[in-house]
């Protein structure tokens, strides 16, 4: 069935989760105003609240977020007081897909981000090209650029956000492929791939190819086919002998010393500002607010590290509170793990969360607009499955819940 019959089938409430998807394809301002607008809505029709009493380890989100608005007013970070709405915009909305969320509307999502990702790739292309020409080159080349404002990002901001999108598109594609291998649909999934592949390398972010290659790999291991785990296993292999043979095929491989050496930097400053806040940060990229308070601080928004900018920014009570709900997914997932069911879905998950947490020693990406809302949304379709539910939407987005 086409996504514009699909489209017609939906109720209210599955259709407005549908516009905050295609929103994500935008500047992220416009993903946030849609957020804003539903959450709204929600509030009028009194059914925001019970997103957060309803979905567990969710209690310790609007603390957190109360506490970082707080810190980042007292600290003047007005960037992070910012970030703290956003915050709560974006964990409102993946609250109220999960209260909602069945296993069709979820397959439905993952088909309209595969096949948006094109439209991401071709402006993309598009915006690669007219790189070249600004540099007098007339002809397309493949060439890497190493300054951020040449490097190719689409419609995420900078060109990192966008790699570890196309690290989920990717992931969603070939969860698609391993789930339907229909040789028409595997076609159409493989061409997919093939192109984000093909941008990724152009956004030159080389932490993204160890991380989804280690993603696509536990992805593989669920599925449960011999053959294919023992062929990606080959692949991989491969890969990495290329790699550590030849570097130079591989994006912005000569200054790999440099990187690390200013990633070092990063994290001896964050360290230094933890010991001096340890209980609660001083707000949301906190290190954009104070890396030019040290001698020789190197400029950028983040830690640069998933492991070290959650104590940076919100402190050890921040983390605390925020902690339940992630555990809670872990709690869902080992669940589902147990039940021996949905082997493909936990893959998608567990291998989401590889990604992201491979990623995450070298960068902070998963920390924006798109790239956050798109990894709790894979993360909280668990609950379609948990609950085995498939009840529509609509009908408690239309009348009022106390």
């Given amino acids: 069935m086409s996504l514009v019959k699909k489209w017609y089938q939906l109720t209210l409430g599955e259709k407005a989760i ?19 607008l539903l959450i709204i809505v929600l509030a009028c029709k009194k059914q925001l609240m019970p997103c957060f009493r309803e979905i567990k380890g969710a209690w310790g989100i609007i603390p957190f977020v109360f506490l970082n608005a707080l810190v980042s007013l007292y600290y003047h970070n007005g960037l992070g007081f910012g970030c703290s709405i956003a915050i709560f915009l974006v964990f409102s909305v993946i609250l109220y897909y999960q209260r909602h969320v069945s296993n069709s509307l979820f397959e439905l999502i993952m088909e309209i981000m595969i ?3 094109i ?32 490097r190719l990002n689409s419609v995420f901001f900078n060109a990192n956000y966008y790699a570890m999108m196309i690290e989920f598109f990717c992931l969603m594609a070939y969860y698609k492929l391993l789930k339907h291998p229909v040789w028409q649909r595997c076609l159409y999934y493989l061409f997919v791939i093939g192109l984000n592949l093909f941008v990724l ?6 932490t993204a190819w160890p991380s989804l290659c280690a993603g ?20 991989g292999v491969i890969f990495a002998i290329v790699f550590l043979s030849i570097p130079d095929l591989f994006p912005r491989a000569d200054n790999i010393a440099d990187y690390y050496e200013s990633r070092q930097l990063i994290w001896k400053i964050s ?6 806040h340890p209980l609660f940060g001083e707000g949301p990229l906190t290190y954009n607010m104070i890396w030019s308070w040290y001698p020789g601080g190197f400029e950028t928004q983040h830690a640069h590290s998933l492991y070290i900018d959650p104590f940076l920014s919100h402190g050890l009570v921040g983390v605390v509170l925020i902690a339940p709900y992630f555990i809670a997914r872990a709690k869902d997932l080992m669940g589902m793990i147990k039940s ?40 909280g379709s668990m609950s379609a499955f948990k609950q085995s539910k498939n009840e529509p939407v609509g009908s408690s987005f239309q009348e009022g819940e106390e």
């Fill in 18 to 36: 549908i516009c905050i998807i295609f929103s994500l394809f935008l500047p992220f301002y416009f993903s946030l105003l849609a957020m804003a």
């Fill in 201 to 206: 390398y152009l956004t030159a972010c080389r």
């Fill in 271 to 276: 360290m230094e500002n933890i010991a001096k």
């Fill in 340 to 379: 021996r069911d949905h082997f493909l879905l936990v893959g998608l998950v567990l291998g989401t969360i590889t990604t992201t947490l491979c990623h995450g020693f070298l960068d902070y990406t998963v920390f924006f607009v798109q790239t956050g809302f798109t990894f709790l949304l894979i993360i």
């Fill in 119 to 150: 439209f991401c790739a071709l402006y993309g292309l598009i915006e690669y090209h007219g790189v070249l020409k600004g540099m007098g080159i007339e002809k397309f080349e493949i060439m890497i650029f190493d300054l951020p404002k040449d």
């Fill in 115 to 117: 096949f948006m990702s």
């Fill in 216 to 235: 696509i790999f536990v992805l593989t291991l669920l599925s449960r086919n011999k053959k294919l785990i023992a062929a990606v296993f080959v692949i």
